[in-house]
């Protein structure tokens, strides 16, 4: 860790980025020499422009349009078998770098401690990272995720059983669970 108090690790700084197709729309991914840093939802032109500039303004680099590029090959092999339902994690290397303190704590028990098909509350989860009674700040947290489906926020829910919110959109939310088998697909 250096002294920012991120896992940069002395890479060049380049932000490589593409946008792709997905079952829930395009996808944008942005990967450093870390590793994958952001996966942005509904990256249609305006949502694509302004997830360059918060990642030029975050990372302190100019990010690059690199379809080809060799850092984002895995992050779109996985993703691509997650939404055929061909695989059930992810084995990627994350850049924490977009998040910090609780949010990064609890967004690290997430992506280790809530596995495919399973959901989670948001004051368990709380609980798990030694914050009982920190269930909004949990929400918080998943609100700031820089990386959803890959750390998966769309497993967090209300404890009455209800979805909680969702960057992405609840319909999301809904189309990711019912990937994973914990809500009935829809019927049309």
Known sequence: MNSNGDDRDGTDGTVEWAVVGSDIGPLLLAATGVGLVSVVFHAGPAVRDRAVGQLRARLGAEPVETPGSARLTEPIRQLAEYFAGSSREFS???????????????????????????????????????????????????????????????????????????????ETKRQLLALEGVLPQPLF
Do not use: I, K
Not at 108 to 119: D, K, N
Not at 122 to 138: I, N
């Open 92 to 170: 990627l290397p994350l850049d924490w770098s977009l998040t910090s303190g609780f949010n990064r704590q609890v967004l690290r028990e997430l992506a280790a401690g809530v596995p495919y098909g399973t959901v989670v509350g948001y004051g368990d989860l709380a609980r798990r990272v030694g914050q009982p009674g920190a269930a909004q700040a949990v929400g918080t947290a998943m609100g700031s995720n820089p990386l959803p489906v890959v750390v998966p926020c769309h497993r967090v829910v209300e404890s009455d059983g209800g979805l909680g919110g969702f960057g992405g959109g609840l």
